[in-house]
T-cell receptor, first 112, second 113 residues
């Protein structure tokens, strides 16, 4: 079993829809939770960062962390075709390196 | 400074050849990471530098892989005697000492024939 599980999709939605992306994890030591967006053949781009449990909102994006359930989510409101990409969740904990453990990514397609 | 840069962006090599990749982190970021990403998977951690010191290496980093970060600035990742299984995207990321967030470069896509 992987430390971080993420549905690979693809997830296809019409423009303007609310998108929900999710990850589950098994390591209770994770404290820092991130979402990255990756366009084809590009490097990951940091979207959201959350420390511990709670919600964080930034424009059309909302990140949620539920440490009791070991479950994190990213919501995208008013989705746009330009949001079509792979979304990667990533986690780390306070050790010497803060290395990131990634999910496998969810492919999102927003149809015009 | 506009972000993390990597060179080359693409590399095609024959099995058995050596290749070297370069990463230039965001200036004043003293933490530097290398990851490897294969198709349909998330990036996997390879190694970590704090300034010039290589502090952690993954079990994924076989003896054929070596990384350096002289003077705590740019870093190089060398793969000796490449194998077809080394074909992947090699990503570099950097972060400031007091931050948990990492910023990635565009990656170097390696194809071993």
């Amino acid at each position: 079993q992987k430390e971080v599980e993420q549905d690979p999709g693809p997830l296809s939605v019409p423009e303007g829809a609310i998108v929900s992306l999710n990850c589950t994890y098994s390591n209770s030591a994770f404290q820092y939770f991130m979402w990255y967006r990756q366009y084809s053949r590009k490097g990951p781009e940091l979207l959201m960062y959350t420390y511990s449990s709670g919600n964080k909102e930034d424009g059309r994006f909302t990140a949620q962390v539920d440490k009791s359930s070991k479950y994190i989510s990213l919501f995208i409101r008013d989705s746009q075709p330009s949001d079509s990409a792979t979304y990667l969740c990533a986690m780390s904990w306070m050790d010497s390196s803060y290395k990131l453990i990634f999910g496998s990514g969810t492919r999102l397609l927003v149809r015009p | 400074d506009t972000g993390v840069s990597q060179d080359p962006r693409h590399k095609i090599t024959k099995r058995g050849q050596n290749v070297t990749f370069r990463c230039d982190p965001i200036s004043e970021h003293n933490r530097l990471y290398w990851y490897r990403q294969t198709l349909g998977q998330g990036p996997e951690f390879l190694t970590y530098f704090q300034n010039e010191a290589q502090l952690e290496k993954s079990r994924l980093l076989s003896d054929r892989f070596s990384a350096e970060r002289p003077k705590g600035s740019f870093s190089t990742l060398e793969i000796q005697r490449t194998e077809q299984g080394d074909s992947a995207m090699y990503l570099c990321a950097s972060s400031a000492y007091d931050q948990e967030t990492q910023y990635f470069g565009p990656g170097t896509r390696l194809l071993v024939l």
